[in-house]
């Protein structure tokens, strides 16, 4: 049992340098924490998992798994499969709102047309500042 607790803190390091590239971008505002918090809490469990395999091995034989590779492997995918379904989400809410502002910007262009076309070219000052809001 101590040699696969062995094993796997490799892989535990490398979750633990992951989040701190994770962090550091959060910091330097490149990415959002909205985005991000579900990224880094999937590395915290992977990470765990690693240094903690004497739990995880336990866990994973009462699900049925005979390695514990193959559990971190299952649980790794899963998460990603997760995170990629929260990604189409985002993106089609993304596309979903830039529909609907480049709909409202048409809208508002139409009427400033309309509103320019209405007017008579005067010299007075209160119609030139009514044009220019």
């Not at 514990?68 to 809410?93: D, E, Q």
């Amino acid at each position: 049992m101590q040699q696969v607790a062995e094993d796997y803190w490799p892989f535990g390091v490398a979750c633990i340098v992951i989040a701190l590239v994770l962090l550091r971008l959060l910091a330097r505002e490149r990415i959002t924490l909205q985005g991000s918090m579900s990224y880094l809490g999937f590395l915290i469990v992977l990470g765990a998992m690693a240094v903690f395999s004497n739990t995880t091995t336990r866990i994973a034989r009462a699900l049925g798994f005979t390695l514990l590779s193959n559990f971190f492997f299952c649980t790794a995918i899963a998460g990603l499969a997760i995170l990629h379904l929260r990604a189409l989400v985002m993106l089609s809410k993304v596309h979903l709102r830039s529909i609907a502002l480049t709909q409202e910007l048409a809208l508002l262009q139409e009427r400033l047309d309309r509103v320019q076309a209405a007017q008579v070219p005067t010299n007075d000052l209160a119609a030139t500042a009514a044009l220019k809001r």
